[in-house]
């Protein structure tokens, strides 16, 4: 026996089935499923919301999804390239107050065009505040302390990564400014740090000018980064034993000798003299003598060009105007003067403080500043010695008149006291005769 009631929405069987008055003889799928001889009343829709609020409080206590959940982190990992801008203007990447990479990941959670994220540490390479670079793609992996990285994980599967196992190098130099180069290519001057070399073995080339090359193999590993500190060596530039002296004078064709040795006439250049002093002496007939102390360098050719000064009474020879820069390079240096000095008759031999010099007339540039005595010799007069003062840039003249100071002859003993002996006995024989 089925027993039903009427409502206003509808008729209730004891079989528990609903049927609408328009649709009889029709089981509703949808309807619910009533205790026997019971109709559904609002106590009975109590369990299902206590079940509803229970399963939103679960939800609420599990707290919301993390980062973890959707992307991988990378530690001490960068991810070169792909960067958009996510700041104003220009900006390539967006600060990180909190410093917590997870926010970093979470950004790139947010935004659909973000593939993967790096986050750089505060009071890294690019300044207090931590930032964070969001990316298109998902680039090659770098080894980098400074740095994490994530990745979503719907990306990791289907886009190929390559790990590029690189490691960090650094050059401190002593003194600093060296050029460096690794494996023949430019990384630029010491100091220089956060040099990303691929792991293995490389050369580290130093050049400074003035300083010796400094070259060394390193080994570059991504987990220990390399520190090289270097200091260089100044060159030793060994400098020649030996020099020359290139001597010109105006008229050409005058003897030259250094140190008393004839060289040539000039232009003549005199090589292999031994690095210091040395003594030129220049003679053309029928111009003064000239002498001058000369220092060479080693490695180096000194110019020397003299004009010559004629005598008088001498028929000169024609010359030519030297240059100007070739004149002033015969006068004497700082601290040095000349002596000019002459005789009558000429051809006087002359010493300058027991060194044999030449012949008067003649001119001694780069003589010591100070007191000299010079010494004139010539047959047939007496040997004179002056003493002259030179002075610092200029000529001292030396002039000596040998016409009054000829020799008197000499008085022999032996023949005078024969002759009075010789005297005195004939007068003796005839006082007897």
Not at 24 to 49: E, S
Not at 53 to 67: T, V
Not at 134 to 140: G, I, R
Not at 230 to 246: D, F, N, Y
């Amino acid at each position: 026996m089925r027993v039903c009631q009427r409502r206003n929405t509808g008729i209730y069987r004891n079989d528990g089935w609903i049927r609408r008055p328009d649709s009889p003889g029709r089981n509703l799928p949808w309807g619910n499923r009533l205790p026997t001889g019971r109709q559904m009343n609002r106590r009975d829709t109590y369990p299902i919301i206590i079940l509803i609020i229970s399963a939103i409080g679960f939800l609420s206590l599990a707290g919301p999804a993390s980062a973890y959940d959707y992307m991988q982190m990378y530690a001490t990992t960068d991810l070169l390239g792909g960067d958009y801008k996510v700041g104003p203007g220009d900006e390539m990447a967006a600060f990180i107050y909190s410093a917590n990479p997870e926010e970093c990941a979470l950004m790139c959670l947010a935004d659909t065009r973000c593939k993967a994220a790096t986050f750089m540490i505060p009071n890294g390479r690019y300044g207090p505040v931590a930032k964070c670079w969001l990316k298109n793609s998902v680039p090659v992996k770098s080894y980098d302390v400074q740095t994490t990285s994530w990745i979503k994980i719907d990306y990791i599967p289907t886009v190929a990564v390559v790990e590029d196992k690189q490691g960090i190098l650094s050059v401190v130099s002593s003194p600093s400014g060296a050029t460096i180069s690794v494996d023949g290519q430019a990384k630029g001057s010491t100091p220089l740090s956060g040099i990303k070399l691929s792991e293995g073995t490389h050369t580290v080339l130093l050049l400074m000018t003035g300083y010796e090359d400094y070259s060394r193999e390193v080994t570059i590993s991504r987990t220990i980064p390399v520190d090289l500190q270097v200091t260089l060596w100044k060159k030793v530039v060994e400098t020649p034993s030996t020099g020359s002296i290139a001597v010109t004078t105006n008229p050409a064709g005058a003897g030259v000798s250094v140190d008393g040795t004839k060289k040539g006439k000039t232009p003549v250049t005199v090589t292999d003299l031994s690095a210091g002093q040395h003594t030129v002496s220049i003679t053309k007939d029928g111009y003064a003598g000239y002498t001058t102390k000369v220092t060479i360098t080693g490695g180096e050719t000194l110019p020397l060009s003299i004009n010559l000064v004629p005598l008088p009474g001498t028929t000169a020879e024609p010359t030519t105007q030297p240059a100007p820069e070739e004149t002033t390079k015969t006068l004497p240096p700082p601290g040095f003067g000349m002596l000019n000095i002459q005789s009558n008759p000429q051809g006087a031999l002359i010493t300058l403080d027991g060194e044999p010099i030449g012949k008067t007339p003649t001119v001694i540039r780069n003589v010591d500043v100070g007191k000299h005595t010079i010494v004139l010799i010539i047959s047939g007069y007496n040997t004179t010695s002056v003493q002259a003062e030179v002075y610092a840039g200029s000529t001292t003249d030396v002039s000596h008149d040998f016409g009054r100071e000829k020799k008197t002859p000499g008085f022999n003993a032996v023949p005078a006291v024969t002759a009075v002996v010789l005297g005195c006995l004939a007068m003796i024989m005839r006082r007897k005769g």
